[in-house]
């Protein structure tokens, strides 16, 4: 009898050491009394939705979580939604669930509770743990329709990141990061269904792109050649606008946008 008394004493004393207690005021979450990131809000739709981005208590970006409409919703669940967290110091990426209710609160639970920060970088290890025991592995939806508008008339990127057509807002662009050299960035038809990952290397000065299309669910490397040499733009748009522009260009003429 002692020794289930002992065996139970020892594990009430690890649950209660391992239990994480997180709070979240004026955009800093704090674990234990210990202040680990604050972080970011970009309202989408007016409102309705949410992206989010870490940042260490340091200033490094350390997280990218965007809504991910590109996959079906579960017909068990209509009170979440899906984001894409792109863990950049570690180079991970994984799809978690958000309540449509608390979209903020469960971004920072599952930061905060995950432990997967540590100083101004991320635990790897607790980022594989994480996506593991809270991920989801949602289908794939690849149904959308184009916004219907005169497609001879040229396309603008606006500084708010929609992109338009003969007077038509046709879509918006996310940018999602930097990684190894490469920029990121996701296209979205006005209603918020994702339309195609993009990723390329060279600035304004690129040759080709990374294109992956829930559309096609396929993953191909599309050529879009200049001669142009652009050393510097300073554009209001994004820093990458010519290369952005003749993608855009590109997705509208292969149906994609």
């Not at 340091?58 to 991910?68: F, H, P, T, Y």
């Not at 180079?91 to 903020?104: A, D």
Request: one cysteine or more.
């Amino acid at each position: 009898m002692k020794t289930i008394f002992t065996f139970l004493c020892v594990i009430g004393i690890n649950i209660f050491l391992s239990a994480q207690k997180v709070d979240y005021k004026n955009n800093i979450i704090t674990v234990d009394g210990q202040k680990i990131g604050k972080v970011e809000v970009q309202k989408q739709n007016l409102g309705l939705t949410k992206n989010f981005s870490l940042y260490s208590m340091g200033g490094d970006k350390l997280v990218i979580a965007v809504l991910s409409t590109e996959f079906e919703g579960d017909k068990n669940d209509n009170t979440s939604m899906y984001y894409r967290f792109t863990f950049l110091p570690t180079n991970q990426v994984g799809i978690f669930k958000l309540s449509t209710l608390g979209m903020e609160k469960g971004f920072v639970n599952l930061i905060g509770k995950g432990g997967v920060v540590e100083g101004n970088t991320l635990n790897e290890a607790k980022i594989t743990e994480l996506i593991a025991s809270k991920g989801v592995s949602p289908r794939t939806a690849v149904n959308y329709t184009l916004v219907s508008r005169n497609k001879s008339w040229p396309i603008e990127l606006k500084e708010t990141k929609a992109i338009e057509q003969g007077g038509e807002q046709i879509g918006f662009f996310n940018p999602t990061g930097n990684r190894n050299g490469q920029d990121f960035y996701e296209f979205f038809i006005p209603g918020g269904i994702l339309v195609a990952k993009i990723n390329f290397a060279g600035g304004n000065n690129a040759q080709n792109f990374e294109l992956f299309s829930a559309k096609d669910n396929v993953r191909r490397v599309v050529s879009i050649p200049q001669k142009d040499n652009v050393k510097f733009l300073s554009s209001a748009v994004d820093p990458n606008a010519l290369t952005l522009k003749r993608i855009t260009a590109w997705l509208v003429q292969n149906g994609y946008l």
